[in-house]
């Protein structure tokens, strides 16, 4: 495996927000989404960052949105994930399911010190 | 209506994100900021706008600042790293895998930013730190010169302060302080403390603020009041255990029950760094008996807004009043005024402030230095940075990459000069003379200006290192280098520029050593001066008898007699003598003289020469030769007829063509008859010419302080404790006011010329080393450069001489160069030296020729070096290696 597809732990969990937020995904649902899941407390700057960096390794590609059907409403930079970036999602996925697999994750009781 | 997120915060990140992300990035803020005020609120917003702020621009400037980079690292080492922190952990990589150069480097630059540290935290507490009284700055002490024979006094005589009090219209405030010790009686054992005396203008002028009670009002200056004590601070928190109920309480001070009516602030001084235990009125009899009659200092604050000018020309308008009024008291008697903060700190200004230039060129050389190494290092990087620029880095990228290692070259040696500054101040500090009352001095420390003056050379080193780097490498050549496989003409000026800098260092070492050599030369010479008697082998013990045991003529004289038995049967003494005056401390006490047969006209007023209280044995004990006459002896008694010794120079003056011997000078309102001629001796200092000097017997005076002078057979300081066993024996209750060998007295005199000259000789060393080192370095890089050529040449049949000529001929031109700018520049800037000097010029030919030739020879012999190993170079191997 080439060294440019290992993922950070937190481009990872900017690529599946991504994956998971589909047509949706962009810089302001991506945050949010890691926010709430992980209890990070994302910077809008890390996630555009982040996602500079997954578009430089081909991971992710953006394409502009409609203006949204408000007055004075915007277009968005939408995110979506490129095959490759789907690849690398499913490797690194698998491989740490695998590494899950058999770990006890809950921390072994002893008796207090 | 959606709300946007405040301005500051879009700016911010505006210039941090790439363009290519900004107005995306910037309405996503925007919409994030919206729902953050309708969950929150707005304040809860702000904040989060402002976490949002300081969390997004060091991921997007990293992101930014590799956006059009090349990007030698791992990917994944510069994640979140900013492009700041990348180039620093970058350069620090680097110096960590050539450590030779980063030790020679950081080594170099701690030498040169430690010893400004060093100097310019005692210049900081010396000469910079705001004096301890408010409006320090208005402070003034009044001087007192005899325009005739130009001696200089600072204190001024009664009579005269007390016009001047009167008269002067600058001050508004003015007073007269001393000090003197004086026993406690009441509060434990008798206790011998330090007295400061002072009248109420005095401590006004001081600013001085009670702890406790209060200080002195305009009614405590008469005689006629109750008699008062101010205590010391420290004096009633460590003896009376800051017992607040001391106000009102009486003690006994030496003969007079005093009450205590306050206590002086924490740490209070004046003109010494002991601090004063008691602090008394000054008062002055309402008449004095003649009007130069007791001396008192003066110190004075000025009114705000005038000027040390104003003060000097009213002074001078007083004392032209003063000397119409009263010519037989104040003829030629000039009164001037200097800052309190010269009269502290002495001739140590200059001292300082010369050695901070000097420190400084030092650095200037170790930065020289560093440069060139930079310089060379740089070449082995042109082609990096070549490929940098090729690939698209920008200047101002390979500006932060030069400046990231320039910092941190800075910031190592910078942390290392430090470390070497807290040594270096202690050991410069004991080096400084103990006249100099500067109270900083007692807490000279690295604070915060000192650091700051650290960070700020830190800085301009850094800045400095990045400037030569990146001319050195400039990336518009580029194309040049990246063609001419490193070898073209570009090489020519990186060498061109590191012989300009050697030349520069040259050129600085020599101003250097030829200013420590001139140093030196006025060291030496001082050291050889005669000044008219001898000071080794002599201890000084200067005793206080107790005042109520020998009030009258027959105790003193038994209680002195005692002294001298009891000192001449320790082992080794050889002479003992007893004087008033210690020599070569300074000190300029006078008299007028006046011959009986010879009367000044009446309006006039006779010159003063030296005073001095001498017995016999002091004579002896410091060898002044005896030209004539008798010294005191047993014929000298309190109630014989009165004599005194003169010194040979007066009595050239008194009678040019016959002998002083039993001419009558005039002593008060009677005379004294001549019985001895002296040799001359530099009774004030080793810098002093002799001048005429009046001895008058210890015998006819017998005060209760004096200082004894003890000639013995062997190293004087080892006797100490015999001798004032000695004393203690005659009578336990002596006090022990100061015991000083007359070498260490010496020794003290030319501490500054000491220190001057041990620091300038460390700076001129450390100068020499390193512009060795420096064309060192610089020849051995042609010597690289040429190997080629100079295989080719002995393959020709060059000669080894030939070689070693080729090379030693082109560090001559840089010598040359070097030593022609310094000598030029070391004979203007010596003359700052002029203050320090003895017995030398500034531009003496013999210091900066000696100088010149030394540093040309160290240059030579650094170039001789690279140049043998261009003779040993092997054409076949060279030749073969292309």
Redesign the interface.
Known sequence: MP??D?L?DFELYVMLAVAALGADA???TI??RIDERTGR?V????V???L??LADKGFVSFTLSDPVPI??G?T??LVSLTPAGARALARTTESLRNMLAGVRLRPATGKPR | ?SRRAPRIATYL?GI???PS?RP??L???D??YAREIEAHGVTRANLWCA??VA???L??L??RGR?NTMQPE???SR?YLSGVLYDLRHAFRRLVREPAFTLATVLTLALGIGGNIAVFSVVEAVLLRPLPYPTADRLVIINHRDTRTGITKEFVPTADYLEMVARQRVFDRIGAYGSSSATVFGIGDPYRARGFFATSGALDALGLRTALGRSFVASDDSRDGPPIVILGYEYWRDRLGSDPRVLGRSIKVDQTQRTIVGVAPRGFAFRSNELPELIMPMTFPPQAATRRNGFTFVVARLHAGRTLADAASDLARMSRELESEFPESNRSASYWATSLRDALVGNTKPALILLLAAVGVVLLIACVNVANLLLARSLARRREMALRAALGAGRARVAAHHLAESFLLAALGGTAGLIIAIWGSKALVAMIPRSVEAPGLNDVHINALVVVFALALTALTTIAFALVAMVATRPDRAAAMLVGGGRTSASGSVRRTASGLVVAEVALAIVLLAGAALILRSFSSLLSVDPGFKYDRVMTITISAPADRYRDTLARIGYYAGVESALRAVPGVEQIGHAAVVPLTGNNWTVPFERVDQRVPPGERPPEVGWQLASGGFFKALGIPLLAGRVFDQRDRMNTPRVAIVSAALAKRYSPDGSAIGKQVVLGQSAAEIVGIVGDIRRAGLRDEPRPDMYFPFEQALPLQTTLFVRTAGDPSRQLGLLQAAIKSLDPQTVFLESQSLAEVAAESVRTTKLVLWLLGIFAGTALLLAGLGIYGVMSYVVRQRTREIGTRVALGATRGDILWLIMRQGAVIAFTGAAIGVAVGVIATRSLTSILYNVAPSDPISIGGATLVLIAAVLLACYMPARRAAAVDPVRTLAEQ
């Open positions: 060294k440019s290992h950070s962009y810089g302001v945050a949010t407390n910077s809008i700057g890390a555009y960052a982040t500079g960096r007055r004075g915007r968005r930079k | 209506m990140i941090a994100t790439p992300d995306w990035l309405d996503d803020l919409e994030m976490s949002q969390r997004s621009i991921p997007l990293a992101r956006a791992s990917k994944r994640e």
